[in-house]
């Protein structure tokens, strides 16, 4: 996202409270490309997730814009932001499949992560890593807000650029989880998935996996957090993880 106005640049990465800041400042989610929201086909890529590189290969920002312009980041606990992810795909998608092929580009999830088409959803199997280059070089941000800090680092970006307090009316909602923890999805099979494709996110961001699920984790309990108190099986679209958890249970098989 680019702000003339408020002289700022803001690299959004995918599940990372982008639509929170995006709207605060008056983009248009349905498409805007004056401020960098939308497909551009000349690059093949949605603008709001562009990299530094593409941000300027658009044409949208100037080198000296660039290097005047406030710019800031929010990034996320990798963990977190992949199972975030794939559950979006899948829901935003209409795709279904396991977490390893969601995690190399395979079966169902192929051509939305591969084919470079309006439909593309490949941002959201990219490194956050790739977020801190341009043209090979490291890039160093005004602000890095941490997802898990949202709210701290919102009033922080607010003093730098002068904004009204409640500018993010959003960001007080950016930590409720809609969720239970990542962790609750993850088994070791997955965590090594992550652990492979995020390495450098990992070191560089010193992100680490944080486990909260219980020490003995109980079938009954389990159950009613997939069924509910009504017995009905109505969490496959909006909770795909869970879904994932009783397939686990069904067949006795980790992905």
């Known amino acids: 996202m680019v702000s003339h106005q408020h002289q700022c640049i803001f690299i959004h990465i995918s599940k990372c409270a982008g639509t929170t800041v995006e709207e605060a400042f008056g983009v248009d989610t349905t498409g805007d490309a004056k401020m960098g929201y939308g497909w551009n086909e000349a690059l093949r890529i949605h603008l709001q997730h562009a990299t530094p590189s593409e941000l300027l290969a658009s044409g949208l920002v100037t080198r000296q814009q660039w290097d005047s312009y406030y710019?800031?980041?929010?990034?996320?606990?990798?963990?977190?932001?992949?199972?975030?992810?794939?559950?979006?795909?899948?829901?935003?998608?209409?795709?279904?499949?396991?977490?390893?092929?969601?995690?190399?580009?395979?079966?169902?999830?192929?051509?939305?992560?591969?084919?470079?088409?309006?439909?593309?959803?490949?941002?959201?199997?990219?490194?956050?890593?790739?977020?801190?280059?341009?043209?090979?070089?490291?890039?160093?941000?005004?602000?890095?807000?941490?997802l898990e800090s949202a709210k701290s680092g919102f009033q922080t970006l607010c003093e730098a650029l002068n904004l009204p307090q409640d500018f993010f009316k959003a960001s007080a909602n950016v930590n409720k989880k809609k969720l239970p923890h990542y962790?609750?999805?993850?088994?070791?099979?997955?965590?090594?998935?992550?652990?492979?494709?995020?390495?450098?996110d990992l070191l560089d961001l010193e992100y680490h996996f944080e486990d909260k699920r219980p020490t003995s984790l109980n079938l009954v309990n389990d159950l009613l957090l997939i069924f509910g108190k009504n017995g009905k099986l109505n969490f496959r679209l909006k909770y795909p993880y869970l879904a994932h958890r009783w397939g686990n249970v069904k067949r006795r098989i980790t992905d």
């Open 71 to 146: 710019k800031f980041i929010v990034v996320r606990n990798p963990y977190a932001r992949s199972y975030s992810d794939y559950a979006w795909v899948m829901l935003n998608g209409d795709v279904w499949g396991t977490f390893q092929d969601f995690i190399h580009a395979k079966a169902a999830f192929t051509d939305r992560m591969t084919k470079r088409t309006v439909d593309y959803m490949g941002e959201h199997l990219r490194p956050q890593s790739d977020y801190f280059l341009l043209e090979g070089e490291p890039v160093v941000y005004d602000q890095v807000i941490r």
């Open 183 to 200: 962790s609750w999805f993850y088994t070791k099979n997955r965590k090594k998935l992550v652990d492979l494709k995020y390495k450098q």
